[in-house]
């Protein structure tokens, strides 16, 4: 069932290594914020990334090839990476944040596209499923922002 370019392979594998470090910035962020609800809602993002991510692995085996076995070196930048948005205010997190699920969205969508003809059914559900997913952390993440902090400006 390998009918996916290799560029568009290698695509799907960014993706997967980016949900992994998606995982680990959330649930960092989380162990740093005081308020309550944010830090429930960030837990549950990390979660939901997740489920991303073993959902993408599935599908690259699926397609015949293997994840980038990088798991670890990304595990290692996303800490680093977060530690140095830990030294700012939750602006900064929600903005890095909001920065980084307008990237996913726009990832999973140009990847559904290209993928159009060439997966199953179930994989483009799952993309729609994937989309629909960021565009509920976007929405709640802005809405949060938007809320909270612009107004104490
Ligand atoms: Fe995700
Ligand atoms: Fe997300």
Known sequence: MSKLSRKLLLSIKLNHL?????TVIYS???????????????????????????????????????PLPLAKITKVFSIIFTLFSAIG????ILRTDIYLEKIGIATYRRQK???????????????????????????WLKEWKENRLDIQK
């Open 18 to 22: 980016t949900e992994a470090g998606a």
């Open 113 to 139: 596209e290209l993928m159009l003809g060439l997966v199953d059914n179930e994989t483009i559900e799952k993309y729609d499923m994937f989309i629909q997913m960021e565009e509920g952390h976007l929405r």
């Open 89 to 92: 205010r939750q602006r900064t």
């Open 28 to 66: 960092i962020q989380a162990k740093l914020v005081k308020n309550k609800k944010l830090k429930e809602k960030l837990q549950r993002f990390s979660r939901e990334e997740n489920l991303h991510m073993n959902e993408l692995n599935k599908i690259i085996i699926k397609y015949g090839s293997n």
